[in-house]
């Protein structure tokens, strides 16, 4: 069926260092994925998007990187900062003529920044 | 820009009462506009799609008696939930597209924490 995962539920790092999370998706027509973080309580907030057209998009601290051949997805987090504590969605959509707007969203990984 | 806002962001009731939550879009027009629920520790499950002027779409499994959408304006979406049960208390998020289908960027409200007694 159609999923959007994520490897590792749990990631824990030192401050300062780089951070990587992982999704896998299943749907190789999806065209359109988006990252989201969720501090604790609260909505989830825009991180950064990637088209299926590329397959690195990089924004301020973070990067996306788009494998179509194995379907993975990755966001890194440069100089991981405390504040970047929380858990991180990673989103697939389907634009086009059918295109309902929805997201699929995978299963969240739990960033840890440890001082 | 693209700022949902959503209320209330706690609400305890009793069970059997209803419990109504606000979506607005504060400074974008919103055609459409979802819902969904989130356990602790886990994803977001889409509860329905809202679109203005029109019925929502629910997605299966989830009864539209139970959980009435109201989409009356394009920055303005209520979600009810009616005779509320313990098994409703979760937290409740909504989420708004700013340019329909360019991209499918939802902005998300800050959530609603419902707990039914």
């Known amino acids: 069926g159609e999923s959007v995962g994520l490897h590792l539920p749990t990631l824990s790092v030192q401050e300062g260092d780089n951070s990587i999370i992982n999704c896998a998706y299943s749907?190789?027509?999806?065209?359109?994925f988006i990252w989201y973080k969720q501090e604790s309580g609260k909505g989830p907030q825009f991180i950064i998007d990637?088209?299926?057209?590329?397959d690195k998009r990089q924004g301020q601290r973070v990067t996306v990187l788009l494998n179509k051949t194995v379907k993975h997805l990755s966001l890194q987090i440069a100089a991981t900062q405390p504040g970047d504590s929380a858990v991180y969605f990673c989103?697939?959509?389907?634009?086009?003529?059918?295109?309902?707007?929805?997201?699929?969203f995978g299963q969240g990984t739990t960033l840890q920044v440890k001082p | 820009g693209a700022v949902v806002s959503q209320h209330p962001s706690r609400v305890i009731c009793k069970s059997g009462t209803s419990v109504k939550i606000e979506c607005r879009s504060l400074?974008?027009?919103?055609?459409?506009m979802f819902w969904y629920r989130q356990f602790p520790k886990q994803s977001l499950m889409l509860m329905a799609t809202?679109?203005?002027?029109?019925?929502?779409?629910?997605e299966q499994g989830v009864e539209k008696d139970k959980f009435l959408i109201n989409h009356a304006s394009l920055t303005l979406s209520t979600l009810t939930v009616t005779s509320a049960h313990p098994e409703d208390s979760s937290f409740y998020i909504c989420?708004?597209?700013?340019?329909?289908?360019?991209?499918?960027?939802?902005?998300f409200g800050a959530g609603t924490r419902l707990s039914v007694l």
């Open positions: 989103a697939e959509a389907r634009v086009g003529s059918s295109n309902t707007g929805k997201l699929i």
């Open positions: 990637i088209r299926s057209n590329m």
């Open positions: 989420s708004a597209g700013g340019q329909p289908w360019v991209k499918n960027i939802q902005y």
């Open positions: 809202s679109n203005e002027g029109s019925k929502a779409t629910y």
């Open positions: 400074d974008f027009q919103a055609t459409t």
């Open positions: 749907n190789s027509a999806s065209d359109y």
